[in-house]
Nanobody
Framework: QVQLVESGGGLVQAGGSLRLSCAAS????????MGWYRQAPGKQRELVAA???????NYADSVKGRFTISRDNAKNTVYLQMNSLKPEDTAVYYC???????????????WGQGTQVTVSS
């Protein structure tokens, strides 16, 4: 079993910054891609940013130049640095990871429990 635990959400004024963290633990052999998604009320979950095990990244157009995704493979942790936050960034942010589990040596998709980010105008 694998757990993803997120932290770092909260309330911030427009123009401010937050840093989200997501640590994976459990029966992990390796982790392929990791990413952050978000879901605002009444909207579908959308990809915010993703990073491969080799460090290649991609971002949603709406966050390019403001958000930075990074990872520490030794700690099985992914980060999302969010700068110049806007009210439209308000959402629940979810961590996602493609984990090769030791129990079966195949990739399984895992999600965190979500962390609320609220940006006030």
């Amino acid at each position: 079993q694998v757990q993803l635990v997120e932290s770092g959400g909260g309330l911030v004024q427009a123009g401010g910054s937050l840093r989200l963290s997501c640590a994976a633990s459990g029966s992990i052999f390796s982790i392929n891609a990791m990413g952050w998604y978000r879901q605002a009320p009444g909207k579908q979950r959308e990809l915010v940013a993703a990073i491969t095990s080799g460090g290649s990244t991609n971002y949603a157009d709406s966050v390019k130049g403001r958000f930075t995704i990074s990872r520490d493979n030794a700690k099985n942790t992914v980060y999302l640095q969010m700068n110049s936050l806007k009210p439209e960034d308000t959402a629940v942010y979810y961590c996602n990871a493609g984990v090769v589990v030791t129990t079966a040596f195949r990739e399984v998709d895992y999600w965190g429990q979500g962390t609320q980010v609220t940006v006030s105008s």
